[in-house]
């Protein structure tokens, strides 16, 4: 008779432990699904909504502010916008894909009266060497994200767009499958 009564407690203790894990597990396993719909809306969906571009930073030129792999989301403006102190994304060479980003130290005009911009990164001693044009200016930055630059960088052109179909098709899989388990661990309880 002591020996049941001693295990009674024992089994208690160890549903007890096991709904403590089970309830940790389903924490953070929420956790982690925010967490990856935060990053393919900050990525992917809020960019395109808003009809800006994401830039990934590949060098040092920004630091601190905007340390390499930083995901620099650009939106674009009316160079005639521009104010000391914004930081730009702009062709290095008009027409090419290349860009830098920058901050915007002094604005001037041309000796035709062109809007010229003189860019220097954060980091650099000295300004650009060349004035940046109106034409070359991709936009201004609208936000940044530390690290996920590196995930732009490895996933590109079509890819965001899959990514982005697997993403919602996984987080209501996820979804359906947390209704469905908890609809039947509750039926379980009721039928003991």
Do not use: C
Not at 174 to 179: D, E, I, N, V
Request: hydrophobic share 45%; aromatic share 8%; charged share 15%.
């Amino acid at each position: 008779m002591s020996v049941v009564q001693q295990s009674q407690p024992t089994a208690r203790r160890v549903r007890r432990q096991k709904s403590q894990w089970h309830w940790a597990g389903q924490i953070l396993s929420w956790l982690l699904l925010l967490l990856v719909l935060a990053a393919v809306l900050a990525t992917i969906v809020v960019p395109r909504i808003g009809g800006a571009q994401s830039y990934t930073v590949l060098t040092g030129s920004m630091e601190p502010g905007l340390p390499p792999g930083t995901l620099a989301v650009v939106k674009p403006i009316d160079p005639a916008e521009l104010a000391i102190g914004d930081i730009v994304t702009y062709q290095i060479k008009s027409g090419e894909p290349a860009v830098v980003t920058h901050r915007v130290i002094a604005v001037t005009a041309s000796t035709d009266g062109q809007l010229r911009f003189i860019t220097q990164g954060d980091a650099n001693n000295a300004p650009d060497e060349q004035s940046v044009r109106p034409v070359q200016i991709r936009g201004k930055l609208w936000y940044s994200l530390p690290l996920v630059g590196y995930l732009n960088t490895a996933i590109s052109g079509e890819a965001h767009i899959w990514l982005l179909w697997i993403a919602v098709a996984g987080l209501l899989g996820y979804a359906a499958f947390m209704l469905v388990s908890a609809y039947l661990e509750r039926r379980r309880g009721v039928r003991k």
